[in-house]
């Protein structure tokens, strides 16, 4: 059985940081895009950084791009999310998600195209 699990969400203070962990059993995410997701309350789900599988490729959402760091660790098969400079609307449930690409550099992040996802991990922002 293959899946997904995210972990590292929580309460954090606007200003503050938090680092999203997403592990995979079942499976090697060495051929994978890898790709953090969130989804506020009323809202749809939306790409956030997505990495390509040879790490050398990221995407990122522009709300925020310069405050989250996507990075991967093939040996450890999981996947990171640094969230710095935290605001209130960063606040939703965070899902990862994974997708078998030929091209090793694609960092596409759109969500359509993810087929294996987590159950996702809340994240809150407020002071």
């Known amino acids: 059985q293959s899946y997904l699990v995210e972990s590292g969400g929580g309460l954090a203070q606007p200003g503050g940081s938090l680092r999203l962990s997403c592990a995979a059993s079942?499976?090697?995410?060495?051929?994978?895009?890898l790709g953090w997701f969130r989804q506020a309350p009323g809202k749809e789900r939306e790409g956030v950084a997505c990495i390509s599988s040879s790490g050398q490729s990221t995407t990122y959402a522009e709300s925020v791009k310069g405050r989250f760091t996507i990075s991967r660790d093939n040996a450890e098969n999981t996947v990171y999310l640094q969230m710095n400079s935290l605001k209130p609307e960063d606040t939703g449930v965070y899902y990862c998600?994974?997708?078998?690409?030929?091209?090793?550099?694609?960092?596409?992040?759109?969500?359509?195209?993810?087929?294996?996802w987590g159950q996702g991990t809340q994240v809150t922002v407020s002071s």
């Open positions: 079942g499976f090697v995410l060495d051929y994978y895009t």
């Open positions: 998600a994974a997708d078998a690409r030929y091209d090793n550099q694609d960092s596409r992040c759109s969500r359509e195209a993810f087929p294996s």
